[in-house]
């Protein structure tokens, strides 16, 4: 069978889902495909939330094996995921502990016994990464505490994706946007920061040489390749999901000063810098700065997300209420309820009950309490709006730039309700879409590796003619 297209597969692989998109390019334009869908989430093991990297390999191959059904063979593929987890390997390659993540509570208290060796301010001031308590600093942190043997075992440190590419081609290499987010590269060498991995006494040996995006890494394995029916080359993406989101921001032209919000599970608000800020201003906005494609920084703030409807979708859904998120936003925007929460309080970050949580932040304000599907939603919208137009003065700020509109991609960009409410809170227009941004990204690396285009600008530019762009203008 001849095979006209030239095709690149992006595996990619959220908190609650992971999919296999086909990318193509012809006369410039970009055309995706989704061959293969498959559920992810954290399961409780052994007393704490844990990833199954073994069910999780075993759908990444299924999706391959599905290339092959459809006759449509990836000249080379790539995959990314959520940043900071990891796996440790002893010297058998064997995997060390269980994969424990990010919304597990190991590291309550972790950050103290960072801070006994290295203070908060000289931290921010070394990485320019943003505290948050499940950073692979403080997660490191707590298997030395808690499991010191399997620390001095371990022979290599792999993030997630870095251990899904060893496993389908046997070589080991460590990816520099989602290494940034570890708290322990610095962003004046891109390298990993010896003197401070030193200082808390992890070993240094785990800690080799970054590759960027658009890296070869080699091709698959004999025993892969004869899994799913056929060989390609593996190609690291932006392995973060959200370096890859924002190699997506569409641009019809570069945009110097651009503002976009990578919104999903977690909304990602911040824009591009040549030069990290690691200024003690910037630490004090909890903004952070990690590592992108071609050595930019995405300066950004971390902001819980759609996570908070998601979980109240499915808890609405075990109580008999089933919604569409499409029908959540419909019914929010018939709402009046003027409360407002903090989406970036720690109690949203893994509660028993979402709504409950939701309830009891307003009650304990002095806010009216939602108690409807519609008003839980709204609550939440107009909060994350809220939020999104506080970030922005923060931004503009601290980098004395002003930016004019607001680039949302990722799932949340096909919240209609969500984009007015963020054009009317920021009072900035907003450019929504694509909506399957990462996978898009990943796409995008594989893609100028490949020769389709000569650079990131060039790929954007394509990514603004290919795919639907909605806009929404402030009220």
Same mark, same amino acid.
């Given at each position: ?36 869908? $498959? ?17 999780? $390999? ?59 060796? &290295? ?143 990578? =919104? ?46 998601? =979980? ?12 569409? $998120? ?113 996978? &898009? ?11 389709? $285009?000569? =650079? ?9 003619? =290919? ?9």
């Amino acid at each position: 069978m001849i095979q006209l297209e030239k095709y690149y597969l992006a595996v990619d692989i959220g908190a609650s889902s992971g999919r296999h998109i086909l990318g193509t390019v012809k006369d410039g334009h970009i055309s995706l495909e989704e061959v293969y869908r $498959f559920e992810n989430g954290m399961k409780e093991k052994n007393g704490h939330l844990c990833w199954d990297t073994q069910a999780l $390999f075993a759908n990444i191959k299924a999706g391959m094996k599905q290339c092959a059904v459809l006759g449509k063979i990836p000249a080379s593929m790539g995959i990314d995921t959520w940043a900071v987890d990891f796996v440790l390997l002893d010297g058998e390659d064997q995997v060390l502990g269980d994969t424990v993540g990010y919304r597990d509570d190991r590291t309550k208290g972790m950050d103290e016994k960072v801070y006994q060796k &290295i203070s908060p301010e000289d931290l921010y001031a070394r990485t320019g990464i943003q505290k948050q308590i499940f950073n692979t600093i403080y997660q490191l942190m707590a298997v030395k505490e808690t499991a010191p043997d399997i620390l001095a075992k371990a022979k290599t440190f792999l993030m997630i994706p870095d251990y899904f590419h060893f496993l389908l081609t046997g070589v080991k290499k460590q990816e520099y946007t989602n290494a940034t987010t570890t708290q322990l590269v610095s962003p004046v060498t891109n390298t990993w920061d010896y003197e401070l991995i030193e200082k808390l006494g992890y070993p240094g040996e785990l800690f080799g040489p970054l590759s960027m995006p658009g890296t070869l890494v080699g091709s698959l394995s004999k025993e892969v390749a004869e899994e799913v029916g056929y060989s390609c080359q593996v190609v690291i993406p932006a392995t973060h999901d959200t370096a890859s989101a924002v190699m997506a921001v569409p641009q019809a032209e570069e945009e110097e000063d651009m503002l976009y919000i990578s =919104s999903g599970t977690w909304s990602l608000m911040g824009t591009e810098l040549k030069k990290a800020d690691c200024s003690e201003a910037s630490r004090k906005a909890n903004l952070t700065n990690e590592g992108g494609y071609d050595y930019r920084f995405r300066y950004l703030k971390n902001i819980m997300g759609l996570w908070m409807i998601q =979980s109240v979708k499915k808890e609405l859904k075990e109580q008999g209420e089933d919604y569409s $998120f499409a029908k959540l936003c419909s019914m929010a925007s018939e709402e009046t309820i003027p409360s407002i929460v903090d989406c970036n309080d720690d109690c949203f970050l893994a509660p028993k009950s979402m709504i409950g949580e939701v309830q009891e932040y307003c009650r304990k304000t002095g806010q009216e309490v939602p108690q409807s599907a519609g008003a839980l939603a709204a609550v939440i919208y107009n909060s994350l709006a809220r939020c999104y137009g506080d970030t922005i003065k923060e931004l503009e700020s601290i980098t004395g730039k002003h930016y004019g509109s607001v680039h949302v991609v990722g799932g949340g960009s096909n919240a209609v309700y969500l984009n007015q409410l963020t054009a009317a809170c920021t009072g900035r227009k907003v450019y929504a879409g694509p909506g399957e941004a990462t996978a &898009i990204g990943n796409l995008l690396a594989q893609m100028i590796q490949g020769g389709e $285009f000569d =650079s990131l600008s060039h790929a954007r530019q394509a990514v603004y003619t =290919s795919f639907e762009i909605q806009e929404y203008d402030p009220q």
